[in-house]
């Protein structure tokens, strides 16, 4: 239970590039807002995956710089884009039934908390006076075929962020299926979670501090 | 990501895995946006015991009717299946080889835009005090009634758009637009056929009125091979 | 109860242009196929009146002939038609939520039977061996703001349209607004079915003949 | 028939019937179309008891935020109402000034697109087994679940489009078209401001994104009078 356990091995950066890297070849992806955004800056284009953002756009490129920038042209954290070849613009009742329909192969969310089961915490910390936005997150949560989360796997208190039963409220329903962090890549299965890989600590190590019967 | 199919065998190579008992959507009102070589594709490729939804149940000899000529299709969903030239349709119906669902057109069009946005099933205000009610739920909302309606969801959708550029991303042409879009987001897998294909970045993109998500194939019939 | 009476006293155009003369300017319209499309024949399109064809269209035009014809370009009753200037195309279930969702300033329709409450009947003959054929009327019937039916007044066999209740199959509920038949005009209201035009015979006439106490 | 307004005042005169207690679906994601000069000219209005609907809840101190800073609107209904720059509506929330509805991203389009396409209501998957899903009525569909959602209806929209027509076709530009359809479709009076308007049949009819149909009055708010 050191202090070194609960800092992560891996960075951000390390993270988002192995996300990019399992991301199959002509996939349509979403990246939710804040850290999965990351992931863009690692996915090779040559494969032939395209984005979406729920703000109604498919094929949308890297954040915009300079003259690039266009008011009109934003991703769904705000932030100027550009536009890739083969891009489209559709009305955001169109863009969530793409989502909701079961056409994305993946997205990509940060989680406060994750169950062994699946079950996504991300939008709301449950505290009373906090002020709750949901935005896309349950749309994301339930429609795209693939739900990797990605966080780090211990939040600043030391407790375990993947965890038997959410207790911060739910975003969706044994939804995630894979969980990539600072510590481990964890997949959720049907007889529990896996550790598919284990950095700087061993399976055991990992069973210790987050207090779950992990699969190896 | 798109599978573009060219050549003489291109449509039935687009659907060559379509199976017995699969549901196909197939574009179009009247002629207008008829996917005809890919219908003549899945005649040919002989697969049994289809559910076939179209907005019609065939005219004259050709096209739907002359699938459904084959004895392969099992059912048909549609919104007007008599119409004068519907002898094919008319003659399988009245002898009892084929099953029939008559459903309100936009029904059938609200059914299938459901299972590509996802809902469950909606309250359709179409059809209330009608023969087509019958076994349907029905609830007031908000003083008027509805019928509850649940998606239509096809294994393949069989479409004719005008233009696709390589990703897949489609056009249509005036009123052969039609059923076309809605039905490439209800299909597992949607194949279009169109007259050309034009190089990724070459459309619109504020034009596009299929996105390339929906589209697993296109089969390009340049115009001087459709008939 | 003579045969003149049973004879229409107005041509299918004379009524096809007293409906085009009581469409409102600027009033979006979807034409039924068969005889009403005649009324598109008598609107002033100066008037700004838009027609809305089922198959995806607004501002669609006349029939089209010679070079016009162009097979992509149909109306509902799969005539070549050509569009006018600020036409617009949309797909099917976008066509269909424009008319279900009450967009639709007026629709005329044909009609087998229309009761005094306003009830449509114009798709099933109920006959045992027919195949029912329903395409956009139900829809039509329920979501344009205002239905008209076109019809003649009187079946071949010289029973009246316009009766006390439908017997054959409903295609809409109390949804009809005025009927234009070649023997008069009749408003559906909530008191009743008021004449407000009559050809060739008296109101009285037109009560004996339908039955129907009809006001005046 | 669409009015297309033009000058100074023009902004007013299209919002001067907006009355008390009217529900006003509010355009835009962000800035990215986001009607400023409508939702200015509503803040002069002076319409109180107010219901808006808008994908937040105002950024910063103006647009929208100012109109909730003069405490005219009674409630709000949103996906995101909390961001970094939303004091003023984090203040009123917080002093129990304004009511809040925060209905996920998906339902909130959905639920207008059913307003302005006639659905009664409709199963949705989002939500189900959260807080959100809290009285709502929950149904099992084919193995999944789903909640009943219903339409939201506004007495007025006001959105940003790119270009009108002088009948009142509209485009948009790139990610500004968010939530306009939709809401154009979902209102009983729809104002749209533009920043250029050009002749009937100067807009493709195959690229029209909003018909004339859904717009009621035009607004034309030329680049240099934008803010």
């Given at each position: 239970?050191s202090?070194?356990?609960?800092?992560?091995?891996?960075?951000?950066?390390?993270?988002?590039?192995?996300?990019a890297?399992?991301?199959?070849?002509?996939?349509?992806?979403?990246?939710?807002?804040?850290?999965?955004?990351?992931?863009?800056?690692?996915?090779?284009?040559?494969?032939?995956?395209?984005?979406?953002?729920?703000?109604?756009?498919?094929?949308m490129?890297?954040?915009?710089v300079?003259?690039?920038?266009?008011?009109?042209?934003?991703?769904?954290?705000k932030?100027?884009?550009?536009?890739?070849?083969?891009?489209?613009?559709?009305?955001?009742?169109?863009?969530?039934?793409m989502?909701?329909?079961?056409?994305?192969?993946?997205?990509?969310l940060?989680?406060?908390q994750?169950?062994?089961?699946?079950?996504?915490?991300?939008?709301h910390?449950?505290?009373?006076?906090a002020?709750?936005?949901?935005?896309?997150?349950m749309?994301?949560a339930?429609?795209a075929?693939?739900?990797?989360?990605?966080?780090?796997l211990f939040s600043?208190?030391?407790?375990?962020?993947?965890?038997?039963?959410?207790?911060?409220?739910?975003?969706?329903?044994?939804?995630?299926s894979?969980?990539?962090t600072?510590?481990?890549?964890?997949?959720?299965?049907?007889?529990?979670?896996?550790?598919?890989?284990?950095?700087?600590?061993?399976?055991?190590?990992?069973?210790q501090?987050?207090?779950?019967?992990?699969?190896? | 990501?798109t599978?573009?199919?060219?050549?003489?065998d291109?449509?039935?190579?687009?659907?060559?895995?379509?199976?017995?008992?699969?549901t196909?959507?197939i574009?179009?009102?009247?002629?207008?946006?008829?996917?005809?070589?890919?219908?003549?594709?899945?005649?040919?490729?002989?697969a049994?015991?289809?559910?076939v939804?179209?907005?019609?149940?065939?005219?004259?000899?050709?096209?739907l009717?002359?699938?459904?000529?084959?004895?392969?299709?099992?059912?048909?969903i549609?919104?007007?299946?008599?119409?004068?030239?519907?002898?094919v349709?008319?003659?399988?119906?009245?002898s009892?080889?084929?099953?029939?669902?008559?459903?309100?057109?936009?029904?059938?069009a609200?059914?299938m835009?459901?299972?590509?946005?996802?809902?469950?099933?909606?309250?359709?205000?179409?059809?209330?005090?009608?023969p087509?009610?019958?076994?349907?739920?029905?609830?007031?909302?908000?003083?008027?009634?509805?019928?509850?309606?649940?998606?239509?969801?096809?294994d393949?959708?069989l479409?004719?758009?005008h233009?696709?550029?390589?990703?897949?991303?489609?056009?249509?042409?005036?009123?052969a637009?039609?059923?076309?879009?809605?039905?490439?987001?209800?299909?597992?897998?949607?194949?279009?056929?169109?007259?050309?294909?034009?190089?990724?970045?070459?459309?619109?993109?504020?034009n596009?009125?299929?996105?390339?998500?929906?589209?697993?194939?296109?089969?390009?019939?340049?115009?001087e091979?459709a008939?």
């Open positions: 239970m202090r070194s356990l609960t800092r992560g091995v891996l960075t951000k950066d390390e993270i988002a590039k192995m996300i890297d399992d991301i199959p070849q002509g996939a349509f992806v979403n990246l939710g807002i804040g850290q999965p955004t990351l992931v863009a800056d690692h996915l090779d284009l040559e494969r032939g995956v395209v984005l979406h953002t729920e703000n109604g756009m498919l094929g490129g890297r954040a915009a300079g003259d690039e920038i266009d008011p009109d042209l934003v991703n769904a954290g932030i100027p884009v550009v536009e890739t070849p083969g891009a489209s613009y559709f009305h955001h009742a169109d863009s969530f039934a989502m909701r329909g079961g056409h994305l192969d993946v997205c990509v940060g989680a406060f994750v169950s062994v089961r699946g079950d996504l915490a991300n939008w910390t449950g505290a009373e006076d002020i709750p936005a949901v935005g896309g997150a749309d994301l339930i429609g075929r693939e739900v990797l989360v990605m966080m780090t600043r208190d030391g407790s375990s962020k993947l965890v038997p039963e959410c207790t911060y409220p739910l975003t969706g329903v044994a939804c995630v894979r969980v990539y600072d510590h481990g890549v964890f997949e959720i299965t049907d007889r529990g979670v896996r550790v598919r890989e284990a950095f700087g600590a061993t399976v055991d190590d990992l069973r501090r987050t207090g779950l019967a992990l699969l190896s | 990501m599978d573009v199919l060219e050549g003489a291109a449509a039935d190579r687009a659907v060559a895995d379509i199976h017995d008992g699969a196909v959507l574009g179009g009102f009247g002629t207008a946006g008829q996917p005809m070589e890919l219908i003549d594709a899945l005649r040919r490729r002989g049994t015991d289809l559910t939804v179209n907005n019609n149940a065939g005219n004259g000899d050709t096209g009717a002359a699938l459904l000529a084959t004895g392969r299709v099992r059912k048909i549609c919104s007007v299946p008599r119409q004068s030239d519907s002898w349709f008319d003659d399988l119906y009245r009892g080889r084929i099953e029939l669902e008559v459903v309100p057109q936009g029904n059938l609200e059914r835009r459901a299972a590509g946005a996802g809902i469950g099933a909606f309250f359709s205000p179409t059809g209330v005090g009608t087509l009610a019958e076994g349907k739920e029905q609830r007031t909302i908000a003083g008027r009634d509805y019928l509850l309606e649940y998606p239509i969801r096809g393949y959708a479409i004719k758009a233009t696709a550029d390589r990703m897949g991303n489609l056009v249509y042409r005036k009123t637009r039609n059923f076309g879009p809605v039905m490439a987001t209800a299909a597992t897998t949607t194949v279009a056929q169109v007259v050309d294909v034009v190089r990724t970045g070459a459309l619109d993109p504020e596009v009125v299929t996105p390339s998500i929906y589209v697993d194939r296109v089969v390009l019939v340049p115009p091979a008939r």
